[in-house]
């Protein structure tokens, strides 16, 4: 996501209530959301329910948006929130249905290892946003969602020696960019 652009769709929405260019906004920036939500709550019809949520939200906050110094984050941590409230909700109506106390968590993390698990996850994020659009989808689809070599070239059109060649391209900046 190019700071400029979205700079652009946050003045429009907020000076002309641009659906279009809230609609700009969202495919800019669905995807790395998505998999944030999905990165919490581990369901992709959960993830996809918090990350429309959290739009409607955007789009209620859009006059307030340009004045925000880094959406960047600050979406993250909306949508960061949103996943957190909504597991804490699926629990809480699990319990109602269940009329039994859940079982305590193994080892709790301390509030340190939480804190440096997001900011890593973060990282992550931010990063592979970055990556060259062939190399990001080649390595979502080997890596995130388990899909074979032969799946990903089949779908994607390219042969299997492509499909390793942007995974190693993508690994290796993914490392550059989280190891600086």
């Known amino acids: 996501m190019t700071e400029q652009e979205v700079r652009r769709y946050l003045r429009q929405m907020k000076d002309e209530n641009s ?8 495919d800019l920036t669905y995807d790395r959301l998505f998999r944030i939500a999905h ?19 955007l789009w209620e906050q859009r006059k307030k948006l340009p004045e925000v110094s880094n959406i960047e984050d600050y979406c993250f941590i909306l949508t960061k929130n949103a996943s ?30 939480t804190l440096i698990s997001e900011e890593l996850f973060a990282r992550y994020v931010k990063a592979l946003d970055r ?37 190693q391209k993508a690994l290796a900046r993914l490392r550059e960019m989280l190891l600086r």
């Open 19 to 26: 659906e279009q260019a809230f609609r700009g906004f969202y």
């Open 39 to 57: 990165y919490y709550v581990r369901r992709g019809d959960w993830a996809q329910e918090i990350v429309l949520d959290v739009f409607m939200r």
């Open 84 to 113: 957190l409230n909504y597991l804490e909700k699926e629990a809480r109506h699990t319990d109602r249905n269940s009329g039994q106390l859940s079982e305590p968590a193994g080892r709790a993390c301390s509030p340190e290892d």
């Open 131 to 167: 990556l060259p659009e062939r190399c990001r989808e080649v390595f979502i689809r080997v890596r995130e969602e388990k899909q074979s070599y032969a799946q990903v070239a089949e779908e994607l059109g390219i042969s299997i020696k492509t499909v390793d060649a942007q995974l």
